[in-house]
């Protein structure tokens, strides 16, 4: 069975960096494009940045653009999330996930396959 297992949130400064790492059980070219979610407690999960399994065409919220970089590991099975700059906003639970269908997409209801999240959490 395909999974999806997120490393690397923790408690950081602002101003600070993280890198997230989303590791693929199965085949990365199996799907469609590969996301970064965040959820805070009492808030809808919303779309950080996503990129296809080609590792091409990323996209990213209008929050976190220009601080965030998504990309994709060959060697490995995965997909990072280099956040840099982050402000106490930026806390949450991260989760990846995985969309099978074609057509690009920021929504959490199009992906099909999650993993159950990282927390970061950046405070002073």
């Known amino acids: 069975q395909v999974q999806l297992v997120e490393s690397g949130g923790g408690l950081v400064q602002p101003g600070g960096s993280l890198r997230l790492s989303c590791e693929v059980s199965g085949y990365i070219t199996d799907y469609y494009s590969i996301g970064w979610f965040r959820q805070d407690p009492g808030k809808e999960r919303e779309g950080v940045s996503w990129?296809?399994?080609?590792?091409?065409?990323?996209w990213y919220s209008d929050s976190v653009k220009g601080r965030f970089t998504i990309s994709r590991g060959y060697a490995k099975n995965a997909v990072f999330l280099q956040m840099d700059g982050l402000k106490p906003e930026d806390t949450a639970v991260y989760f990846c996930?995985?969309?099978?269908?074609?057509?690009?997409?920021?929504?959490?209801?199009?992906?099909?396959?999650w993993g159950r999240g990282t927390p970061v959490t950046v405070s002073s």
């Open positions: 990129i296809r399994s080609s590792g091409h065409n990323p």
């Open positions: 996930a995985a969309k099978s269908t074609y057509g690009p997409s920021s929504q959490p209801a199009d992906y099909d396959l």
